[in-house]
């Protein structure tokens, strides 16, 4: 093996990425009341739940340090590639590049890239996926480099939450009009931007016309579908998920697709019933 694939806790690595041994996580963390809680392979998803829908504060997350990217960073290998969450959305990517810079004044001669995935969660995921696909078929250091950042620039995210308030308390919603009150059952259907910020691409009434809606957002931006992978993360809804796959694969042909549940941050901010897209 001549390369590693470092991957944030945000983005959900499937059972076979993790017993390649190319893949490594550098886990946030989140806090509860004051209960701190890694976003490693300790998280217990149920645990959290019941504590967040107890709790009358907001939960707060925290990024890997510079320090954990360099010990990351640090491994027998000709060449290291990192994917975090978008940097408009969290210090993991700013991190990361610390964590590289100093690695390197330390004298480390390994080749680093961090990428920016603009995205989260299965996001994430499938720039890392990508990143193995390209080591695989031989390319350089520079190819994988260019073709997984073109990669990125033609993904699409997409979500559909049963609310948006951890989101919004923790800033992550700055920029967007008001919302319509949940009172209403409107459930937002919402996605990233080029520049990895979130934006609100339409709205219904009810989980299951809004996931629908999403199914036609996906279909609509898809490009090269039938080259790329589907994926869905879900927090503590399977059917719903497999319902979502259906919805999208009715529209659109895809190379592959997979579902995995959230890890720690992903299911923070997804909530109890959450979805997430990324075609």
């Not at 217990?44 to 990024?63: I, M, N, T």
């Not at 869905?232 to 997979?258: G, M, Q, T, W, Y």
Request: aromatic letters at 6%.
């Amino acid at each position: 093996m001549s390369y590693r694939v470092i991957v944030d806790s945000c983005g959900e690595l499937t059972p076979q990425m993790k017993e390649s041994g190319i893949f490594k996580t550098a886990s946030l963390s989140m806090e509860v009341d004051g209960f701190h809680i890694p976003d490693d392979e300790t998280f217990d998803q149920a645990d959290f739940l019941k504590r967040v829908a107890a709790s009358e504060e907001c939960p707060k997350s925290s990024c890997p340090s510079p320090e954990r990217y360099m010990e990351l960073y640090k491994c027998d290998v000709d060449r290291v590639y990192a994917v975090t969450l978008s940097g408009e959305l969290s210090g993991s990517y700013n991190s990361a590049l610390l964590g590289e810079k100093l690695y390197k004044e330390e004298g480390g001669e390994e080749k680093i890239h961090v990428f920016n995935s603009r995205s989260a969660s299965v996001g994430e995921t499938l720039i890392g996926r990508k990143i193995q696909e390209c080591e695989e078929a031989g390319m350089d250091f520079e190819q994988v480099v260019e073709t997984v950042e073109a990669y990125i620039e033609e993904q699409h995210t997409y979500f559909v939450l049963e609310n948006l308030d951890t989101l919004r308390k923790n800033g992550r919603l700055t920029g967007l009009k008001s919302l319509v009150g949940s009172a209403l059952n409107i459930k937002p259907v919402m996605g990233s931007t080029p520049e990895g910020t979130i934006c609100q691409l339409d709205k219904s009434r009810g989980m299951k016309k809004a996931l629908a809606k999403m199914a036609e957002h996906v279909a609509k931006d898809a490009v090269k579908p039938e080259e790329k992978i589907l994926a869905i993360a879900h927090c503590n809804c399977p059917e719903r998920a497999e319902a979502v796959r259906k919805l999208i694969l009715e529209k659109v042909k895809v190379k592959d697709s997979f579902i995995v549940d959230t890890a720690g941050i992903s299911s923070m901010y997804a909530n109890d019933g959450g979805i997430i897209v990324v075609l």
